[in-house]
């Protein structure tokens, strides 16, 4: 049975990170080990007793991508699943249903989820498909709740650290490129926060678009619209608009 390592990058986020926490311990399938990465300081205070599982690694205030580049070189189990610090999931049978994928020889492994608003709007689902063609136009896929196994990295190399902002859109194409297939687990396992600290807020507009553009420009894509997760879920057929749609990671 393939074993699963959780990696959590935080930084300053100690309340949102317990909960993340919390919901990794209530999976019915246990981890093997769940790995904090502390952007920040004060983590290791603030998860201290939680459960033995837990670990923390200080990243040295170097930023997201190589907090989570971090975390995958001391990973030891057969797959790494991510979870961001201000989300969590909210099916505890997803670990099963992901190990259940992995035994009939899936590889890499993505999740509906839900956009939970701290405003008290109603939740927005977030549930797409995603192969080599569509991830030519957008990033359907959610990080958080993302399972695929260690040994990609030694073919594929690690997340770009040039892209601090679409270095997740950037593997799942070189994933779906190198010939992998990405295994969609269609249930609603993941809860995504979003506030106003999340990363794609309009005030980063102008550093999104540079780093979109590189990202283009790597993959020989033509020139691609701006967009969050909050963007394509309001953009769905369907789906109701939403108003401020900038407060999501992408």
Same mark, same amino acid.
């Given at each position: 049975?393939?074993?699963?390592? *959780?990696?959590?990058? =935080?930084?300053? @986020?100690?309340?949102?990170?317990?909960?993340?926490?919390?919901? +990794?311990?209530? $999976?019915?399938?246990?981890?093997?080990?769940?790995? *904090? +990465?502390?952007?920040?300081?004060?983590?290791?205070?603030? +998860?201290?007793?939680?459960?033995?599982?837990?670990?923390?690694?200080?990243?040295?205030? @170097?930023?997201?991508?190589?907090?989570? !580049?971090?975390?995958?070189?001391?990973?030891?189990?057969?797959?790494?699943?991510?979870?961001?610090?201000?989300?969590?999931?909210?099916? !505890?049978?997803?670990?099963?249903?992901?190990?259940?994928?992995?035994?009939?020889?899936?590889?890499?492994?993505?999740?509906?989820?839900?956009?939970?608003?701290?405003?008290?709007?109603?939740?927005?689902?977030?549930?797409?498909?995603?192969?080599?063609?569509?991830?030519?136009?957008?990033?359907?896929?959610?990080?958080?709740?993302?399972?695929?196994?260690?040994?990609?990295?030694?073919?594929?190399?690690?997340?770009? &650290?040039?892209?601090?902002?679409?270095?997740?859109?950037?593997?799942?194409?070189?994933?779906?490129?190198?010939?992998?297939?990405? =295994? /969609?687990?269609?249930?609603?396992? *993941?809860?995504? @926060?979003? /506030?106003?600290? !999340?990363?794609?807020? &309009?005030?980063?507009?102008?550093?999104?678009?540079?780093?979109?553009?590189?990202?283009?420009?790597? /993959?020989?894509?033509?020139? +691609?619209?701006?967009?969050?997760?909050?963007?394509?879920? =309001? $953009?769905?057929?369907?789906?109701?608009?939403?108003?401020?749609?900038? $407060?999501?990671? =992408?």
């Amino acid at each position: 049975m393939s074993s699963i390592s *959780v990696v959590i990058p =935080t930084r300053g @986020r100690h309340h949102f990170l317990r909960q993340a926490l919390e919901s +990794v311990m209530a $999976q019915g399938h246990a981890p093997h080990e769940i790995i *904090v +990465v502390d952007d920040g300081v004060g983590a290791a205070e603030a +998860v201290a007793g939680m459960h033995p599982a837990i670990r923390v690694l200080d990243n040295g205030q @170097r930023g997201p991508v190589p907090a989570r !580049n971090l975390g995958i070189a001391h990973a030891t189990g057969d797959c790494i699943c991510f979870l961001d610090d201000d989300d969590w999931f909210i099916d !505890n049978g997803y670990f099963a249903r992901v190990a259940e994928a992995f035994a009939r020889g899936a590889g890499f492994c993505f999740c509906d989820g839900i956009l939970r608003f701290e405003d008290g709007r109603p939740d927005l689902p977030f549930a797409f498909d995603a192969d080599m063609e569509t991830l030519t136009r957008d990033n359907t896929i959610l990080i958080s709740g993302v399972v695929y196994r260690r040994s990609l990295h030694l073919a594929l190399g690690t997340f770009d &650290e040039s892209l601090p902002y679409y270095w997740d859109w950037d593997w799942y194409l070189r994933v779906a490129r190198a010939g992998h297939p990405l =295994t /969609h687990i269609r249930m609603a396992a *993941v809860a995504i @926060r979003v /506030h106003a600290q !999340n990363m794609s807020g &309009e005030s980063l507009e102008a550093q999104r678009r540079a780093n979109l553009d590189r990202f283009s420009t790597k /993959h020989a894509l033509p020139p +691609v619209p701006l967009k969050n997760h909050l963007d394509i879920a =309001t $953009q769905a057929p369907g789906k109701p608009p939403q108003p401020d749609p900038s $407060q999501i990671n =992408t």
